[in-house]
């Protein structure tokens, strides 16, 4: 059942950023401002659990459809003959249309709501999938790929708007973990699912039955979630007054600071699983595609600490989570450096478990921080965190072509020192904002 409390009641126990300490309410959804009091839906009530599940699922589905083709990239060299660094665009060409959809619909979303929204999108980018699997030409398959990533645009910053309206802050930690998890078990699914099909069967079985998947996910999705109850839709579409919002974030320097969080840590860890296949292929491993797939369970570390850090930070603030959750994913990279495979994988795994405690973490701390106009900065935070995918994911090509892993290893493991210093710089901050 839905619980409807003042806003005054509810905001008091949202959680620190920093520090287990109170400190001044978050604000209201930007639709209440002017309107009723937030009909805040309360942590433990069924709707609650609806909208988590729902939202779980599109989770699943965005990762799954984006990142299924990371497993086959050595498969898609070979079949269309073409090198590493190229066959790494049938992701990065997604993540890059991604990143600038997002801005779009998260703009758009404020005019056509956010529940049917994402409906549209995943039913779309689900279908493509499923079609992508039978083109026999590179280019149109580079194509296809591309607009996936336009079409699932419409997810993740109304996916993330919507829990930072919907749920009441002291709960919001814990759903937006579970989001993510559902994020990392797409994630997971995709990759094990195409790599396993692929080696037994063929890549275009393991693609359109992954597209499947998504069809079934997105139906699902549009009979659990609840309809927006603190969303206030616009009439008319303003361009000016989107831009204005999306500077106004840019300007509030803990929001960029989070931007960079981003950039940083999904850059980084794209490039890990894009190469570590090609690593493995080779001696003195020289493991099969379907065992390489099997590296990509390591996921489900990824689901665990995700929820746990979304439980955690609403304890003991986000700041020390967001640190710590880069200083495990360091040293899971460092492991990934020696010549042991059981090394390599228990390597992987604990990366997997910081980048997702870091991501959670970094994407509760947008909702917070942000004052009012949350959509718009959910998806600026998206639009860094897939460009950096795009950017530092084909830039880790060029390091394995021309120094192998340890390069590729460099380059990951500045990107995450540099986050833990942000995250560090974000502590402070917050610390002398009370």
């Known amino acids: 059942m839905v619980h409807v409390t003042s806003a005054d009641s509810a905001l008091a126990s949202a959680p620190a950023d920093d520090l287990p300490a109170s400190r001044p309410p978050a604000p209201p959804p930007e639709s209440s401002a002017d309107g009723p009091e937030p009909q805040w839906t309360r942590r433990g009530s069924g709707a609650y659990w609806r909208i988590t599940v729902g939202l779980f699922l599109v989770g699943y589905a965005t990762f799954s459809l984006i990142y299924c083709v990371q497993p086959l990239l050595p498969i898609l060299a070979e079949a269309f003959g073409v090198s590493p660094a190229q066959s790494s665009l049938s992701l990065s060409v997604t993540t890059a249309?991604?990143?600038?959809?997002?801005?779009?619909?998260?703009?758009?979303?404020?005019?056509?709501?956010?529940?049917?929204?994402?409906?549209?999108?995943?039913?779309?980018?689900?279908?493509?999938?499923?079609?992508?699997?039978?083109?026999?030409?590179?280019?149109?398959?580079?194509?296809?790929?591309?607009?996936?990533?336009?079409?699932?645009?419409?997810?993740?910053?109304?996916?993330?708007?919507?829990?930072?309206?919907?749920?009441?802050?002291?709960?919001?930690?814990?759903?937006?973990?579970?989001?993510?998890?559902?994020?990392?078990?797409?994630?997971?699914?995709?990759?094990v699912i195409t790599g396993y099909v692929a080696e037994h069967f063929s890549w275009p079985t393991a693609v359109a039955f992954i597209g499947a998947t998504g069809i079934v996910s997105v139906l699902c999705f549009a009979l659990l979630?609840?309809?927006?109850?603190?969303?206030?839709?616009?009439?008319?579409?303003?361009?000016?007054?989107?831009?204005?919002?999306?500077?106004?974030?840019?300007?509030?320097?803990?929001l960029a600071a989070l931007f960079a969080v981003g950039f940083l840590t999904m850059g980084a860890f794209v490039t890990v699983y894009n190469y570590v296949g090609f690593r493995l292929l080779a001696a003195p491993f020289s493991l099969s595609h379907g065992e390489i797939a099997?590296?990509?369970?390591?996921?489900?570390?990824?689901?665990?600490?995700?929820?746990?850090?979304?439980?955690?930070?609403?304890?003991?603030?986000?700041?020390?989570?967001?640190?710590?959750?880069?200083?495990?994913?360091?040293?899971?990279?460092?492991?990934?450096?020696?010549?042991?495979?059981?090394?390599?994988?228990?390597?992987?795994?604990?990366?997997?478990v910081g980048f997702?405690?870091?991501?959670?973490?970094?994407?509760?701390?947008?909702?917070?921080?942000?004052?009012?106009?949350k959509g718009h900065a959910s998806s600026l935070y998206l639009l860094a965190y897939y460009v950096g995918s795009s950017v530092l994911g084909s830039t880790g090509g060029w390091m394995w072509s021309t120094g192998g892993w340890p390069r590729v290893a460099a380059l990951c493991g500045a990107a995450w020192a540099l986050t833990a210093v942000l995250a560090v710089g974000l502590q402070v901050s917050a610390r002398r904002i009370r």
């Open 225 to 254: 979630l609840p309809e927006s109850r603190n969303f206030a839709r616009k009439r008319r579409f303003s361009l000016a007054d989107h831009l204005g919002k999306w500077k106004r974030h840019l300007a509030n320097p803990r």
């Open 356 to 373: 997702f405690a870091a991501h959670s973490t970094a994407s509760s701390w947008i909702g917070q921080t942000a004052q009012g106009a």
């Open 97 to 191: 249309c991604l990143a600038v959809s997002i801005l779009c619909f998260g703009a758009l979303s404020e005019n056509l709501g956010r529940k049917w929204l994402m409906f549209a999108s995943m039913g779309t980018a689900s279908v493509l999938t499923a079609v992508s699997a039978f083109l026999p030409d590179w280019t149109l398959l580079l194509i296809t790929r591309a607009a996936i990533g336009v079409a699932l645009g419409g997810v993740p910053a109304v996916a993330m708007a919507y829990l930072a309206e919907e749920i009441e802050p002291k709960g919001l930690g814990l759903a937006m973990g579970v989001y993510i998890s559902g994020n990392a078990f797409g994630g997971m699914a995709g990759r």
């Open 294 to 352: 099997l590296i990509f369970t390591c996921y489900m570390f990824g689901i665990v600490s995700s929820s746990a850090a979304g439980w955690l930070s609403d304890r003991v603030g986000r700041g020390p989570v967001l640190t710590g959750g880069m200083v495990v994913a360091l040293a899971g990279l460092a492991l990934t450096l020696t010549a042991s495979l059981t090394a390599i994988v228990a390597g992987i795994a604990t990366l997997t």
